[in-house]
């Protein structure tokens, strides 16, 4: 028998006007004939449908390619939630077969954590019968897949008007629900990176302020030494006395400032709790340098590539968002027009592989011993502004969860930063972070 014949436009408005008719479903009228067994449709007086052997006919062949080519699930249950009926789309997705005849089965592909849910929606539908209830409910497939489905049910009432049955139509949403929530989940990275740049923004004009406030404390430090240079004899006990307690409480204030200096860039990460939750990786670092790339514009080429084999691991998500906010920001700070910059992510010996390639100014020799120091600027550097935090605020974070970083840098030709985290990150290394505060 085969069930690959077409369907006419002709032969499907025929079942829908004889469905409406008897007051049935397409599908209730295709499922009875093909149960029977019989050759034709059964005879229906008030039809007025052409009968077999005619052109129009409805051949057994057709139904069935009109029935199992069906996508839709439904499913009947009596009032306990046992099941009536069911047809072919839901058989070839959950796999539930057996004769109604003989024996009646409860569902038993609902997640258990959504049964609940389902309950409620039949509760529902029994007490108002006449009002569709939608829900959305995750189920398991034969073969174990987890499918998202959108579900309507609706009553069905006997001659007596009593009912007896819940009709229940879904479709499989899971495509829908995956792309929304991978929005959703893109929206939150955006606001995460946003609220980081908005952070070195802030830490940033907090550096030029301090600057400012330091520099006047050295000028009135040189300016005391200067006095008691030239007239030291000239001056008295008491007023030499005033200089030098001017100059120790300017040195006093300095230390002040740039003890607040530190700890305003380094965000309080020391006094920071390391939390390790899901985070995809990938999608943090595509959203990382669309970030930058429309900081910096045009002029310059940014690129994210990946081997595919990372996706969610286990990080803390600010601190992953400060390694690659710096990183790129330095890389894209120290680049020449029309140069690109890229981000790789690989997997590596079971470890996370993260690269940072710019093709800038480089780093000295001399240098790369010192550049995670905090406030250390390379001489290379010239009039670009920075604070020299950032290395070291990115090396911190990187500690954290327990990996390291390197660089490869040759001046002229740009600088490659690698990092290495473990892939098979765990609580542990949170149990670690909070004994290490505890000392």
Not at 70 to 93: C, E, H, K, S
Not at 422 to 428: C, F, G, I, N, S
Request: one cysteine or more.
């Amino acid at each position: 028998m085969t069930n690959d014949l077409p369907i006419n436009r002709a032969t499907l408005s025929l079942l829908q006007e004889r469905a409406l008719r008897e007051s049935v479903s397409v599908d209730d009228l295709l499922s009875g004939w093909l149960a029977a067994g019989t050759d034709s449709p059964p005879a229906n007086p008030a039809s007025s449908a052409p009968q077999p052997g005619g052109s129009d006919a409805l051949t057994e062949a057709r139904l069935r390619s009109l029935v199992e080519s069906q996508t839709t699930w439904v499913i009947r249950t009596d009032t306990q939630g046992r099941f009536t009926y069911m047809n072919p789309a839901w058989l070839r997705t959950f796999g539930r077969r057996y004769d109604l005849s003989t024996s009646i089965s409860y569902d038993q592909t609902t997640l258990q954590e959504d049964e609940a849910t389902a309950r409620a929606a039949g509760i529902a539908i029994l007490r108002s019968p006449d009002s569709p209830v939608q829900v959305i409910l995750r189920k398991l497939t034969a073969d174990g897949r987890l499918l998202w489905t959108l579900w309507e049910l609706s009553g069905i009432r006997d001659e007596t008007g009593a009912v007896t049955e819940v009709q229940c139509i879904g479709i499989d949403i899971t495509e829908r629900h995956e792309a929304e929530r991978l929005e959703a989940e893109r929206n939150r990275l955006r606001a995460s990176l946003k609220a980081e740049r908005e952070y070195n923004n802030a830490v940033q004009q907090t550096i030029f302020s301090l600057e400012h406030d330091v520099r006047s404390s050295l000028g009135a430090i040189a300016a005391a030494k200067q006095m008691l240079s030239r007239y030291y004899d000239r001056l008295s006990a008491a007023q030499r006395h005033e200089k030098f307690a001017a100059i120790d409480h300017q040195l006093q204030h300095v230390t002040e400032l740039l003890d607040e200096m530190k700890h305003t860039v380094k965000g309080h990460l020391s006094l920071k709790p390391f939390n390790p939750s899901p985070v995809n990786l990938a999608a943090l670092c595509h959203l990382s340098v669309s970030e930058i790339q429309e900081t910096v514009g045009a002029h310059l080429k940014m690129h994210f590539t990946s081997d595919g084999a990372i996706t969610t691991v286990i990080a803390d998500e600010v601190l992953i968002s400060r390694i690659l906010l710096n990183l790129l920001s330095n890389a894209a700070k120290y680049s020449p027009p029309d140069s690109e910059v890229c981000l790789e992510l690989r997997r590596q010996e079971g470890q996370i592989d993260l690269r940072v390639i710019d093709h800038g100014i480089g780093i000295g020799e001399d240098d790369l011993g010192k550049i995670f120091d905090p406030f250390y600027r390379s001489s290379a550097v010239g009039e670009i502004s920075g604070t020299g935090l950032g290395l070291s605020i990115v090396k911190e974070c990187v500690e954290r969860h327990h990996g390291n970083i390197s660089v490869q840098s040759q001046v002229g030709a740009g600088t490659t930063f690698t990092i290495r985290l473990p892939l098979a990150l765990t609580v542990e290394c949170a149990d670690a972070e909070t004994a290490g505060m505890l000392r």
